[in-house]
């Protein structure tokens, strides 16, 4: 396989966090329709290194390429367009709470130059329908559970049709029930031919919903091949 063909790939990748190395020799390659874990310990790198996908942290040492763009390359005029292409899924949902369902996810369509009033009432139909949330479009976010409201997020997220979701802890704030409803919705991502990179302390999550993983310690990223009870427990 090219490395063109790659959506994410890192080569010799060093992270800093405020001058401080935080991961060394970072090399992960990710296709389209995977789903990824990146696990490890508060403070292994994990939120970092997406940082660092998404071009909000500077590289500094090695290199890294995201769904076409050279990182060490990329000029600030096209980190918009790269960050078109991933949709961010946060642990404390960040929906506005003066506007309604529907108003913030407008917000989001007409930010990304979207001009055709039924053009953007079509797609916001389509990514709250997939999430099951259709019947909220016009609730506003207080009125609305925790479990909700991360669904309405992941519909927020899918909403100019990425190829590439980063959920960052995004069951953290979540009860069990809403948790696995909300990793259904997450995990059939990749049979739309998207690939979601999740970080979470949910271990119990590696067994029940499959996907590659990413141990996050000592400085160190490596892929665990065998999803055994030393590494989860």
Do not use: C
Not at 30 to 57: H, M, N, R, T
């Amino acid at each position: 396989m090219e490395d063109s063909t790659y959506l994410i790939k890192t080569e010799n990748l060093n992270v800093y966090q405020d001058e401080n190395l935080i991961l060394e020799n970072v090399n992960i390659e990710i296709d389209l329709g995977e789903f990824v874990y990146f696990i490890g310990k508060v403070g292994s790198g994990k939120s970092s290194l997406l940082k660092v996908l998404y071009a909000e942290l500077d590289i500094k040492e090695g290199e890294a390429k995201v769904a076409g763009y050279n990182l060490n390359k990329i000029k600030n005029k096209h980190i918009p367009m790269l960050r078109r292409k991933i949709g961010m899924v946060f642990q404390d949902f960040e929906l506005m709470a003066d506007r309604n369902v529907f108003k913030n996810l407008e917000f989001v369509l007409k930010a990304t130059n979207w001009k055709s009033k039924i053009d953007i009432d079509t797609r916001i139909n389509e990514v709250l329908e997939s999430v099951g949330m259709l019947d909220k479009k016009i609730s506003m976010p207080t009125k609305l559970s925790g479990g909700e409201k991360q669904s309405i997020s992941i519909a927020r997220a899918l909403l100019n049709n990425p190829p590439l979701i980063f959920a960052d802890e995004p069951t953290g704030n979540l009860d069990p029930e809403s948790a696995d409803s909300l990793m259904k919705i997450l995990h059939e991502l990749p049979k739309q031919g998207k690939s979601v990179i999740m970080v979470t302390h949910n271990h119990a999550f590696l067994k029940k919903y499959p996907g590659r993983v990413f141990l996050f310690e000592d400085g160190k990223v490596t892929e665990q091949i065998e999803q055994g009870i030393d590494l989860i427990s």
